[in-house]
């Protein structure tokens, strides 16, 4: 479109990628207006539903060239279109690079991301029923959808309110299949403050719905980091916390895995206790290596 509007200029009009926010885009010729918009015509006219939302979004930033900007209704049509995919893996990133291109726009809006993380359970619980015959476990095909999972609740995480938090924790805590990285994106990406105020929820789910020591430590440590940010302003949440996390720590074989959760847990110690219950707390660990 840049090349067309010098052609069509007669090079009056050349939009460099430097100045491209300066530009005066009611001044572009109006045939190129027109060409941008069979573009979009054309592409609503395709029956296939994934090539169709990858060219919308591929075109998304030519939106100005027709003197309008990308609306919340527009996400929200397409978030809707990205739910006729069937495929599991493809219906994930889809959503994904759906997210990537509204949170570029407006990293405020939320609307259709919340249709897509509704969206995103469903997904997962048809992946864990059917599974994959070309991967050798389902733990290792599950594995695949973790990065758009991130980067979707990232995208809604960004200054969520308390409201949002509570519908996205309800969803998550009625979806059939309890998975670590929804929580563990739920705590690393809300509002820290948010987290630090749920500490005693946030225990009592990963102790109720992670028997792995595994998944358990990684969310434990995930939890730590985040109050690290912004403490529980009561005592008992911290100390609930860290005898938390010591009990899992105890019922671990796994060195890395103990030692990770250790760091974050003194850190979280030494800036939330007094010096002696530090030092009884560090005393514990060494008996445990």
Not at 143 to 158: A, N
Not at 176 to 189: D, E, G, P, T, V
Request: net charge neutral; glycine share 2%; hydrophobic share 40%.
């Amino acid at each position: 479109m840049k090349n067309l509007t010098k052609v069509h200029s007669g090079g009056k009009m050349i939009i460099d990628d430097d100045m491209d926010q300066d530009i005066d885009y009611s001044l572009v010729p109006d045939k190129v207006q027109e060409i941008c918009m069979n573009w979009f015509l054309k592409s609503a006219c395709i029956r296939e539903v994934l090539p169709r939302i990858y060219l919308e979004l591929c075109l998304v930033s030519c939106h100005k060239f027709m003197q309008r900007r990308v609306q919340q209704s527009d996400l929200l049509r397409l978030s809707k279109m990205v739910r006729g995919i069937a495929e599991p893996l493809c219906a994930a990133y889809t959503a994904a690079y759906l997210a990537r291109v509204g949170h570029s726009l407006n990293p405020e809006s939320k609307d259709y991301l919340f249709i897509l993380i509704d969206f995103i359970f469903k997904v997962a619980e048809k992946a864990i029923e059917e599974g994959n015959s070309k991967c050798s476990s389902d733990e290792q095909y599950f594995m695949l959808f973790e990065p758009s999972i991130d980067w979707l609740f990232q995208c809604l995480g960004f200054n969520a309110s308390k409201k949002m938090f509570a519908s996205i924790y309800d969803m998550y805590d009625k979806s059939k299949y309890k998975r670590a990285i929804f929580l563990q994106s739920i705590i690393r990406y809300f509002p820290s403050e948010i987290i630090a105020s749920a500490t005693t929820t946030m225990i009592y789910c990963i102790n109720d719905h992670y028997p792995n020591e595994t998944d358990k430590l990684r969310l434990v440590k995930e939890l730590g980091l985040t109050l690290l940010k912004t403490p529980p302003k009561k005592n008992q949440p911290k100390l609930d916390y860290l005898n938390f996390g010591w009990e899992c720590m105890k019922n671990t074989d796994d060195a890395n895995s103990f030692m990770e959760c250790a760091i974050v847990l003194v850190d979280f110690a030494i800036k939330n206790l007094n010096s002696s219950a530090v030092k009884v707390f560090i005393k514990e660990i060494f008996k445990k290596l």
